[in-house]
């Protein structure tokens, strides 16, 4: 069983940036993917960007191409999301996700962090 604490989230303007952090409870497998997903109000949960804890290879949600980058420190078990030149539509509860392998579900996640931005 894999435990995911996020932290990070809080209020900020427009334009400006937030780094989000996740922490496993233990020693991620190297089999494993890390995410990061997104729920605003009324709207459904969408994937924001994952990492290969072995290869560190990326992806992203094209809203988010440019803007944000998810990194990780495996040492630490812990993966970030560097949100830059954020945007309004960018408010949501972020959540962390854990993946036992590329195509498996996502059986694994925190608790969420708020992030707001105001315009």
């Known amino acids: 069983q894999v435990q995911l604490v996020e932290s990070g989230g809080g209020l900020v303007q427009a334009g400006d940036s937030l780094r989000l952090s996740c922490t496993a409870s233990?020693?991620?497998?190297?089999?494993?993917?890390m995410g990061w997903f997104r729920q605003a109000p009324g709207k459904e949960r969408e994937f924001v960007a994952a990492?290969?804890?072995?290869?560190?290879?990326?992806s992203y949600a094209d809203s988010v191409k440019g803007r944000f980058t998810i990194s990780s420190d495996n040492a630490k078990n812990t993966v970030y999301l560097q949100m830059d030149s954020l945007k309004p539509e960018d408010a949501a509860v972020y959540y962390c996700?854990?993946?036992?392998?590329?195509?498996?579900?996502?059986?694994?996640w925190g608790q969420g962090t708020q992030v707001t931005v105001s315009s």
């Open positions: 990492i290969s804890w072995s290869l560190g290879s990326t």
């Open positions: 233990a020693r991620i497998s190297n089999t494993y993917f």
């Open positions: 996700a854990a993946r036992p392998g590329a195509n498996s579900r996502w059986p694994y």
